[in-house]
């Protein structure tokens, strides 16, 4: 079982990401360490952190549900791109660490989609 995440375009040749739930989370955790705090720490991860208490314009996807959330909209995607854009700049030099190889493949293909989303004007849905 994953999870994928992919336009609302109705077109299935469209480009996704898929991960395994286990992958997204380490994912979300790794995005949530360079936003400044820990998943852990945060309401619907374990923690009592209100989400209201941290500022990042990444919120949308670290606190979504893995399935059964709302889509993100255009507007959403269009706040988080910068913000995803820059994690991928500032990994650039990571070099050899192949957890920190994977997450920022990871954060490549997921502007890919997001890309695509807001030259569309569609949803990113959570699937």
Not at 87 to 109: C, E, Y
């Amino acid at each position: 079982m994953g999870l994928v995440l992919f336009p609302g375009d109705g077109d299935v040749t469209s480009p996704d990401i898929s991960w395994s739930y286990c992958s997204f989370s380490m994912f979300r955790e790794c995005l949530a360490k360079a936003e400044g705090f820990t998943l852990a720490e945060m309401e619907g991860f374990g923690g009592d952190r209100p989400w209201s208490s941290v500022s990042t314009t990444l919120a949308p996807l670290l606190d979504h549900p893995d399935d059964n959330g709302p889509d993100l909209t255009p507007a959403q995607c269009a706040a988080m791109l910068p913000r995803l854009e820059a994690f991928i700049d500032q990994r650039q030099h990571d070099g050899s660490d192949p957890v920190l190889q994977r997450r920022n493949a990871d954060a490549l293909q997921l502007v890919a989609v997001i890309r695509l989303c807001l030259d569309k004007d569609v949803e990113l849905i959570f699937g």
